[in-house]
C-alpha cells in the first residue's frame, strides 16, 4: 500500500518565525509532489508543486529528497494567515495522487 | 472563472431517501474524482474518472455510485443514506491522473440520520 505520512501537529509557531514540516513517501517511483493548504472546512487549494531542483514562492520553499523519500515545506516570516492544515500529495503517474493526512500549524499572535 | 462547482453546499436527510450531488468543471478536464474527508482519516477516494464513460472505484466506493456522461459533469449519488456516510465531500478535477495537480470544489456538508 503507497502510503504519505506526515506529522499531524498541532504546531504552534510564533508569527515571524520560520516553520518547517515534512513528509515521507513510500512509492520509490512516485513522480510528482505537491503541497495543498486546506483551511477549516474548506476545499484543499493547491499551494506549490515541488520540483526536483526544489523550489521557491515568496515566503515558501518547497524540496524534494528523493533518496530519503520526503518533501519538506518551509515557511519564513510566517503570518497570522498562514494558520492552516498543509497537505502533502505524491503521485505515482497511473497510480493517482495519495494525499497525507495532512500537518496542523497555528501562527500565535 | 476555471472551477469546479459542487451543489449543494449543505445537504441534511434521512436514512434510506435517495439523493444526488452534482459536480461540474470548466475546465476541459479528463480526469474528475470524488473524495470524503473525516476527522483523523484524511482525505479518501470515492470513485474516478479518466473520461467520459469510464469510471472506477477509489479506496471507499461501497455505498455510493457516480456517472461520467458528459466531460464536465460528475455526479455523486447515494442511492441509499445511511448515517455513516455523513462527512464532507469534495469532488476535482485535473488534466491527467497522477501526475496533475487537483482542483477541488467547495465542498459539501452532507449528514444523514
Redesign the interface.
Known sequence: RKEVEQDPGPFNVPEGATVAFNCTYSNSASQSFFWYRQDCRKEPKLLMSVYSSGNEDGRFTAQLNRASQYISLLIRDSKLSDSATYLCVVGGGADGLTFGKGTHLIIQP | EAQVTQNPRYLITVTGKKLTVTCSQNMNHEYM?WYRQDP????R?IY?SMNVEVTDKGDVPEGYKVSRKEKRNFPLILESPSPNQTS?Y?CASSFM???????????T?LTVT
Open positions: 474524482s483523523g482519516l484524511g482525505l477516494q474516478y464532507l469534495f491522473r497522477g501526475s496533475s495537480p487537483l482542483h477541488f470544489g467547495n465542498g456538508r
